[in-house]
Nanobody
Framework: QVQLVESGGGLVQAGGSLRLSCAASGRTFSSYGMGWFRQAPGKEREFVAAISTSGGNIIYADSVKGRFTISRDNAKNTMYLQMNSLKPEDTAVYYC?????????????????WGQGTQVIVSS
């Protein structure tokens, strides 16, 4: 199983931007569909975005569509989440995870262990 470490979170004002990174260890990163997820205080973890092994297929949660962009660089074993036009409701701990087809990633099925995530706080 691939090991993942999230980074790039922080405190930003509403309307601002952040870029999250998910660094993977191991030589099989390119064989995994990948996803970003988030968990706000007092709420369940939810799907944010998923990307296929090659990066050719991408899906987003409706709440972030048009504002967030998921991408991956298989040569660098890294996935990214560019977050623009941030809103206070985007405040959460953001996690990355690896799975199979992006539809199962979106359904949060067949994922690996969760890491510590990276905290994003958007002030109003």
């Amino acid at each position: 199983q691939v090991q993942l470490v999230e980074s790039g979170g922080g405190l930003v004002q509403a309307g601002g931007s952040l870029r999250l990174s998910c660094a993977a260890s191991g030589r099989t990163f390119s064989s995994y569909g990948m996803g970003w997820f988030r968990q706000a205080p007092g709420k369940e973890r939810e799907f944010v975005a998923a990307i296929s092994t090659s990066g050719g297929n991408i899906i987003y949660a409706d709440s972030v569509k048009g504002r967030f962009t998921i991408s991956r660089d298989n040569a660098k074993n890294t996935m990214y989440l560019q977050m623009n036009s941030l809103k206070p409701e985007d405040t959460a701990v953001y996690y990355c995870n690896a799975g199979g087809h992006i539809l199962t990633v979106r359904a949060m099925r067949g994922l690996g262990s969760w890491g510590q995530g990276t905290q994003v706080i958007v002030s109003s």
